[in-house]
């Protein structure tokens, strides 16, 4: 698992958790919806500024963004 896949886990994990839309999301952390859908799904790489956006509306540290699961199964 790439860090592109941690990141697409994690924050899908925190996005349902905290009953956010991708739409949601996206307007608070000012990307567009099209650009989160493609990073959520691993296959774009975001840079720091916008993990930190992404964690500022999520409510957590951007580490934990990036933070590999330690259960089995990859599921946070």
């Known amino acids: 698992m790439d860090l592109r ?5 994690n ?3 925190l996005r349902h958790a905290k009953g956010l839309s991708q ?3 996206a307007y608070e952390a000012e990307v567009s919806r099209s650009y989160l859908s493609q990073v959520e799904k691993g296959k774009y790489h975001a840079s720091l500024k916008i993990i930190e956006k992404l964690a500022a509306v999520l ?3 951007a580490w934990e963004l990036l933070k590999p699961s330690t259960t089995k199964g990859g599921q946070g």
């Open 5 to 9: 896949d941690v990141l697409a886990a």
């Open 11 to 13: 924050l899908r994990r």
């Open 23 to 25: 739409d949601d999301l």
């Open 59 to 61: 409510q957590v540290e």
